[in-house]
């Protein structure tokens, strides 16, 4: 008896350690997923670096206590599964969103965004973020932007003053 103990309080460790260390984490109701949808859903979040886990949620309840985010738990009803994003914080966040877009089954419950309990619209908010890279070619962007304005007037003075030697 006690071994099956052990094996459960192990179980709560290694969740609230993802909860801790994950970026961002997504709860969501599975319900209504046939097992095709599911694996395809699993495959998107894998490439994506997410780590998809489905645990009894009287196990994730005694995480979240531990871990302070208790406030989770009254969520913690029903199929959970949860999504950690350990590299990215948008990725969980933008694959579920577009796969609930897609398939009305998938209900997102909550989430923690970088360690602050989120809402459903906080967390489809995070969604509609662009990718981190598309946010660094943004920031890219805006700042070349002055130095190509810049260049472009240098040339057109350039090219007046060649009109007028001319």
Same mark, same amino acid.
């Given at each position: 008896?006690?071994? @099956?103990?052990?094996?459960?309080?192990?179980?709560?460790?290694?969740?609230?350690?993802?909860?801790?260390?994950?970026?961002?984490?997504?709860?969501?109701?599975?319900?209504?997923?046939?097992?095709?949808?599911?694996?395809?859903?699993?495959?998107?979040?894998?490439?994506?670096?997410?780590?998809?886990?489905?645990?009894?949620?009287?196990?994730?309840?005694?995480?979240?206590?531990?871990?302070?985010?208790?406030?989770?738990?009254?969520?913690?009803?029903?199929?959970?599964?949860?999504?950690?994003?350990?590299?990215?914080?948008?990725?969980?966040?933008?694959?579920?969103?577009?796969?609930?877009?897609?398939?009305?089954?998938?209900?997102?419950?909550?989430?923690?965004?970088?360690?602050?309990?989120?809402?459903?619209?906080?967390?489809?908010?995070?969604?509609?973020?662009?990718?981190?890279?598309?946010?660094?070619?943004?920031?890219?962007? @805006?700042?070349?932007?002055?130095?190509?304005?810049?260049?472009?007037?240098?040339?057109?003075?350039?090219?007046?003053?060649?009109?007028?030697?001319?």
């Amino acid at each position: 008896m006690s071994a @099956v103990i052990e094996q459960k309080k192990q179980l709560v460790q290694e969740i609230a350690g993802k909860l801790r260390d994950s970026k961002s984490t997504v709860f969501v109701d599975y319900r209504g997923l046939s097992v095709a949808e599911v694996t395809e859903l699993r495959k998107q979040l894998r490439e994506a670096g997410v780590d998809f886990k489905v645990y009894k949620n009287t196990m994730m309840r005694r995480a979240a206590d531990e871990t302070n985010y208790s406030a989770l738990n009254e969520l913690l009803v029903g199929p959970t599964a949860v999504a950690f994003g350990v590299e990215d914080v948008v990725a969980p966040a933008k694959i579920l969103n577009e796969f609930a877009k897609k398939h009305e089954a998938l209900e997102i419950k909550a989430g923690i965004i970088e360690g602050n309990i989120a809402s459903v619209a906080e967390v489809k908010a995070l969604a509609d973020l662009p990718s981190r890279e598309g946010l660094l070619s943004m920031l890219l962007s @805006v700042l070349q932007a002055p130095i190509r304005n810049l260049a472009l007037a240098t040339k057109a003075v350039a090219d007046q003053k060649e009109e007028q030697g001319a």
